[in-house]
């Protein structure tokens, strides 16, 4: 499969990882009443974190977002070197292989911290990555 199709299916996979994702929000699965004390607690306990007053529900919810962000980033940016890819593909393979990388990271702590949703969005993405960095050594497209 040529390097440019890799990248785009990769750059799909992580659109579809950033839909899910954002979908969640605000990603507090409980629903009975311990976990509504929880994120109760959470966004009720303000700390001085410098020179503001935040909560533990701002870094949690603030966090989710910029992890959202970040998915649909790395959606476009993929996309963006599929273009690329179809003129001269084994220039990219040094930036396909940091995305790779950081999606096996990212599987390793859904694996660790999460649940298996996003660490097979990872993966696919990451497999998908790992073929274009293949591809990209022996074609230009």
């Given at each position: 499969?040529?390097?440019?199709?890799?990248?785009?299916?990769?750059?799909?996979?992580?659109?579809?990882?950033?839909?899910?994702?954002?979908?969640?929000?605000?990603?507090?699965?409980?629903?009975?009443?311990?976990d509504?004390?929880?994120?109760?607690?959470?966004?009720?306990?303000?700390?001085?974190?410098?020179?503001?007053?935040?909560?533990?529900?701002?870094?949690?919810?603030?966090?989710?977002?910029?992890i959202?962000?970040?998915q649909?980033l790395?959606a476009?940016?993929?996309?963006?070197?599929?273009?690329?890819?179809?003129?001269d593909?084994?220039?990219?393979?040094?930036?396909i292989?940091?995305?790779?990388?950081?999606?096996?990271?990212?599987a390793i702590?859904g694996?660790?911290?999460?649940?298996?949703?996003?660490?097979?969005?990872a993966?696919?993405?990451a497999?998908?990555?790992?073929?274009?960095?293949v591809s990209?050594?022996?074609?230009?497209?």
């Amino acid at each position: 499969m040529k390097t440019s199709t890799l990248l785009r299916i990769a750059a799909v996979l992580m659109f579809l990882y950033f839909a899910g994702h954002t979908s969640g929000a605000p990603w507090t699965p409980g629903e009975g009443p311990p976990d509504i004390a929880v994120v109760n607690a959470m966004k009720s306990d303000h700390f001085p974190v410098i020179g503001v007053s935040r909560s533990y529900w701002d870094f949690y919810f603030g966090f989710g977002l910029v992890i959202s962000v970040m998915q649909l980033l790395q959606a476009v940016v993929l996309w963006q070197l599929g273009t690329l890819a179809k003129t001269d593909a084994a220039r990219l393979r040094p930036i396909i292989a940091v995305f790779c990388a950081s999606l096996v990271i990212n599987a390793i702590l859904g694996w660790m911290y999460f649940f298996v949703i996003p660490i097979v969005m990872a993966l696919l993405a990451a497999i998908c990555l790992l073929l274009a960095f293949v591809s990209a050594r022996r074609t230009a497209a």
